[in-house]
């Protein structure tokens, strides 16, 4: 169930890209299927950051910044499986040696994992613990960091997302200071919740093999984006208490994947 209230500055035709936000969320709901990752790039001042942070869950944690020791932290609660971070630019800013050793831990929760030794946890189980990383980055920022993050794979963990504004946009956004709405807040709750109203932890969401296969009619994805692509169905199913994924669903991902990619599509 979703509670919407007045809207504030930036949040103005990005209702495509709050849905990619929830649905990346949604994943964490999702039986073997590892939460999904995104980042957000766009210029300075498209309000990123407000995109990102729009959704409060149980499941997820919003953070101003993170240290390598604070992930670590973090994975004690077994219910988490989303860390929002408010900007990435200010990780990659860090000194080099203590930046590097924090996107590597990242790199670590997001694919491997980081097992019950490393947690000094022993109420958990031998599975690695996968926390999926929603945050933004600047054009700018990111162009500097690529090649390091591709380095050691970084970049392919996330769902990454880019856009720009058209003219019209930039119209209402600068009306909607004008009104001050930038003093206002607005938040969504994520509650996911079964065909009776109970709310559940995990849940099996099955995609078939022909649906699939539509998300991929050019032969162009790569592995993980394949994957990528087809937990976002699941996660569109869930949605709506269903357990498995129907064309409803691959066609809202279709519609999104205009924004998968780095070419600043205009909104």
């Keep these: 169930m979703t509670k919407n209230k007045k809207?504030?500055?930036?949040?103005?035709?990005?209702?495509?890209?709050?849905?990619?936000?929830?649905?990346?969320?949604?994943?964490?709901?999702?039986?073997?299927?590892?939460?999904?990752?995104?980042?957000?790039?766009?210029?300075s001042d498209m309000?990123?950051?407000?995109?990102?942070?729009?959704?409060?869950?149980?499941?997820?944690?919003?953070?101003?910044?993170?240290?390598?020791?604070?992930?670590?932290?973090?994975?004690?609660?077994?219910?988490?499986?989303?860390?929002?971070?408010?900007?990435?630019?200010?990780?990659?800013?860090?000194?080099?040696q203590t930046s590097h050793n924090l996107l590597t831990t990242l790199n670590s929760v997001m694919e491997e994992g980081l097992f019950r030794q490393e947690l000094k946890d022993t109420t958990n189980d031998n599975k690695g613990r996968n926390i999926g990383i929603i945050t933004s980055t600047t054009k700018a920022s990111f162009g500097q960091n690529k090649k390091f993050m591709e380095s050691f794979g970084l970049t392919s963990r996330f769902l990454i997302v880019s856009?720009?504004?058209?003219?019209?946009?930039?119209?209402?956004?600068?009306?909607?200071?004008?009104?001050?709405?930038?003093?206002?807040?607005?938040?969504?709750?994520?509650?996911?919740?079964d065909n009776n109203g109970k709310k559940i932890k995990k849940l099996d969401v099955i995609i078939p093999e022909a649906l699939a296969r539509q998300l991929n009619k050019d032969k162009k994805n790569e592995f993980r984006t394949q994957k990528q692509l087809q937990t976002l169905a699941c996660c569109s199913a869930l949605t709506e208490n269903r357990k498995e994924v129907n064309i409803k669903d691959i066609e809202k991902v279709k519609s999104l994947n205009k924004f998968f990619n780095l070419n600043y599509t205009k909104i």
């Design 7 to 43: 809207r504030v500055t930036h949040l103005i035709n990005v209702e495509n890209l709050l849905e990619v936000v929830k649905l990346v969320v949604i994943s964490g709901f999702l039986k073997n299927h590892k939460p999904l990752s995104m980042l957000l790039v766009g210029k």
């Design 47 to 96: 309000g990123k950051t407000e995109i990102t942070s729009s959704f409060k869950a149980k499941n997820i944690v919003f953070l101003t910044d993170l240290s390598s020791s604070g992930v670590y932290n973090l994975l004690k609660n077994l219910d988490l499986t989303h860390i929002i971070i408010a900007d990435f630019t200010k990780i990659t800013m860090k000194a080099k």
């Design 163 to 193: 856009y720009d504004y058209e003219e019209s946009t930039i119209d209402k956004i600068m009306d909607s200071i004008y009104k001050c709405e930038y003093l206002q807040k607005q938040y969504k709750g994520i509650d996911i919740k």
